[in-house]
């Protein structure tokens, strides 16, 4: 529920704001597309950060971890620094990738346990 909602609330900037040479950049899809994967992707990073809050009882891990994606990760991506091969996008972008989706999850759970 909480990805859910998190999702949601990046979707009007998505929808937007976010240049569609960036979207397509990230992933080669239309605007409706990306939001949907970007809200699965939030559901499943949600893990994480909800793990991170409840061992650390603060915000501020989770806050420091969506500012190096945000101001490290996808600069790079956008600006061509990591390049990743056509097609595979959904399954390696740093950004929204499924494995890196995946490995989130993983943390989160290892983080639980």
């Not at 605007?31 to 994480?48: D, E, G, P, S």
């Not at 806050?63 to 390049?83: A, C, K, Q, T």
């Amino acid at each position: 529920m909480v990805g859910s909602l998190w999702g949601i609330w990046h979707a009007p900037y998505c929808l937007v704001f976010l240049p569609e040479t960036d979207i397509q950049t990230v992933l080669p899809v239309s605007r409706a597309i990306f939001v949907i994967v970007l809200i699965i992707t939030m559901i499943f990073w949600t893990v994480m950060f909800i793990e991170l809050y409840r061992v650390t009882k603060s915000i501020w891990p989770g806050v420091v971890l969506h500012m190096v994606e945000d101001s490290l990760i996808n600069p790079l991506v956008i600006s061509g620094y990591i390049s990743i091969v056509a097609g595979t996008e959904i399954f390696v972008s740093p950004i929204i990738g499924i494995i890196t989706s995946i490995l989130y999850l993983f943390v989160g759970l290892g983080i639980r346990t």
